[in-house]
């Protein structure tokens, strides 16, 4: 997998926007970003993935730059359930979809 | 959608004795499986690959012998810890996509395992 690397710890204010960094520079052209999170004591929920355009989905938008070197997570407004550890992942592209968990950005929401 | 089950959530067991856990894709056929193991504090680790009618494929360092994994149908695998010790305690988290390649992998709840 391509090697990513993410801040260990954030805090947002609840309402606000959080926005999760992420450097993956070293991301072939064909490799999908994905991102996950995992809430204490559960498994990891999946939330969004891309290629090179810009997503969004109903948990959050995922902004990839042009070179794909890195790319932000956006929780457009942050609550107290959002906090968990967030992961992202660059599977390899050999297509047996193997996950390398790194040690993640542990988000804090504040009341 | 896209959502996976672990039996049982959590179990409490004597050292030397097997535990099974299940998963199961309830609403999605998972042509691939995967087994991960994650201790306190740290992330979690791939430990096999389970592709449903073949043998699973174990990460180094992961015994094939211990952990005996059992991917018999499209919905379900199962992981059983054999002669279980206290070291085997740990959180055991399953995921499953519906595909062979690139496809997204969504994770069950987890199984927390106690060995006394």
């Known amino acids: 997998d391509a090697k990513t690397t993410q801040p260990p710890s954030m805090d947002c204010a609840e309402g606000r926007a959080a926005n999760l960094p992420c450097n993956h520079s070293t991301i072939s052209g064909n490799e999908y970003v994905y991102w996950y999170r995992q809430i204490h004591s559960q498994g990891p929920q999946y939330i969004i993935h891309g290629l090179k355009n810009n997503e969004t989905n109903e948990m959050a938008s995922l902004i990839i730059t042009e070179d794909r070197k890195s790319s932000t997570l956006i929780l457009p407004h942050a609550t107290l359930r959002d906090t968990a550890v967030y992961y992202c992942?660059?599977?390899?592209?050999?297509?047996?979809?193997?996950?390398?968990f790194g040690t993640g950005t542990r988000l804090t929401i504040i009341p | 959608g896209a959502v996976v089950s672990q039996h049982p959530s959590r179990v409490i067991c004597k050292s030397g004795t097997s535990v099974k856990i299940e998963c199961r894709s309830l609403d999605f056929q998972a042509t691939t499986m995967f087994w991960y193991r994650q201790f306190p504090k740290q992330s979690l680790m791939l430990m096999a690959t389970?592709?449903?009618?073949?043998?699973?494929?174990?990460e180094q360092g992961v015994e094939k012998d211990k952990f005996l994994i059992n991917h018999a149908s499209l919905t379900l695998s199962t992981l059983t810890v054999t002669s279980a010790h206290p070291e085997d305690s740990s959180f055991y988290i399953c995921?499953?996509?519906?595909?062979?390649?690139?496809?997204?992998?969504?994770f069950g709840p987890g199984t927390r395992l106690l060995v006394l």
């Open positions: 992942i660059v599977p390899n592209n050999f297509g047996n979809e193997k996950l390398t």
């Open positions: 995921s499953a996509c519906q595909g062979n390649s690139g496809e997204t992998q969504y």
């Open positions: 389970s592709n449903e009618g073949s043998k699973a494929t174990y």
